[in-house]
């Protein structure tokens, strides 16, 4: 891993360099997120490769229902023992 510097100008911009915005595929109009640490600012890019490797973590497994789902069978069951009282 190699070290990079850069300079923060009177407006609080920072270059990035070159090299690694080629690494990380950053281009015009790229964002990027800034993330307080501890020992430090952590700055990472929202590109299509990290959206694409987030793809699918949600993703139910197999026979799993949706908390919306499970939301939706807990309330008809909530109604059918009210229908039930009366």
Known sequence: MKTET???T???QVVIPARLRRFFNIKQG???VFEQKKDGLMVRP???ETIDSL???LKLKP???SATQQLL???AED???EEAKF
């Open 6 to 8: 850069s300079y923060v």
């Open 10 to 12: 009177t407006k609080g």
């Open 30 to 32: 790229t964002r990027v």
């Open 46 to 48: 929202i590109t299509t």
């Open 55 to 57: 793809r699918g973590m």
């Open 63 to 65: 026979g799993e229902k």
């Open 73 to 75: 069978e807990d309330r």
């Open 79 to 81: 109604i059918k023992r």
